[in-house]
């Protein structure tokens, strides 16, 4: 019997145009009268994540900024502070790297400097509670993850870069086609997913994951049930037990309805 859902957002339970299923909040309300929990793991944020669901946000759990910030029953449960030293070493590196912004992440909001509009059109769609500084250095919060929006490819671009300075002390992970994330060491959405099973003697064969990007691994291996998006990569369908049908074909809805609710 499942317990316990967890799927990414972008590529997987949003459409081609960032929205949710329309059957969404009638598919959730019909879980939680069976006790399913529902957990939305994202590289998004919380206050981001919180505007989405507004309708029923209280009745989720959220995985946020691929695991750094955790909540559940509406109470921060985990967060990971990234030492300050390190958090401007970065900072420092990445000025070097050339068609790339970066985006601090903490507590109080997102941080960034002045930056074109192009690069504004895809912060924004992650990061609505933002602030735009002078020097990302003198930011006074406590940054958990740090955002690269790299426009140049971030798996060809910052990722060679980064993974090979830092990526013996920090993760530093490809989290979409311009997007890179570093945080803590072992900070992934699998280990976030398996702080709640823990929190809630959920077993791997009681969870049902979805997901379609390289950020998403860990966590689909958290579970028996794990589900690849159609529209995933070639190379990422083997971390999948089975396959869900496209995001645009409302996959992950459609597999809820067959395997939990049995419609």
């Not at 957990?39 to 009745?59: C, H, I, P, Q």
């Not at 910030?69 to 590196?93: L, T």
């Not at 794990?226 to 529209?231: H, K, R």
Request: proline residues 0%; contains cysteine.
């Amino acid at each position: 019997m499942i317990k316990l859902i967890a799927t990414d957002m972008d590529g997987t339970l949003l459409d081609e145009n960032g929205q949710l299923p329309k059957e969404f909040f009638d598919t959730l309300n019909k879980l939680i009268k069976k006790n399913v929990k529902f957990v939305v793991a994202s590289g998004r944020s919380y206050v981001n994540l919180k505007e989405t669901f507004k309708e029923m946000k209280d009745k989720l759990y959220y995985i946020c900024d691929n695991g750094a910030f955790v909540v559940e029953d509406n109470e921060i449960s985990s967060v990971e502070i990234i030492d300050k030293k390190e958090v401007n070493n970065i900072i420092k590196v990445c000025s070097d790297i050339k068609d790339i912004q970066i985006v601090l992440c903490g507590k109080k909001g997102a941080y960034q400097t002045e930056c074109s509009d192009e690069f504004n059109k895809e912060i924004d769609k992650y990061y609505n509670k933002k602030y735009i500084v002078e020097d990302l250095c003198d930011v006074d919060d406590d940054i958990f993850k740090i955002a690269i929006c790299d426009l140049g490819n971030s798996a060809k671009n910052s990722y060679k870069v980064l993974e090979q300075i830092f990526g013996h002390d920090l993760s530093v992970v490809v989290s979409g086609a311009v997007w890179l994330d570093i945080m803590n060491q072992n900070i992934n959405k699998g280990n976030a997913l398996e702080k709640i099973q823990n929190d809630f003697n959920i077993s791997r064969g009681e969870t049902m994951v979805f997901g379609d990007f390289y950020n998403d691994v860990e966590m689909l291996k958290k579970a028996h049930y794990s589900f690849v998006m159609e529209n995933a990569n070639e190379d990422m369908k083997q971390y999948g037990n089975f396959i869900a049908k496209s995001n645009i074909e409302n996959g992950v809805i459609e597999a809820i309805k067959e395997y939990v609710l049995n419609e």
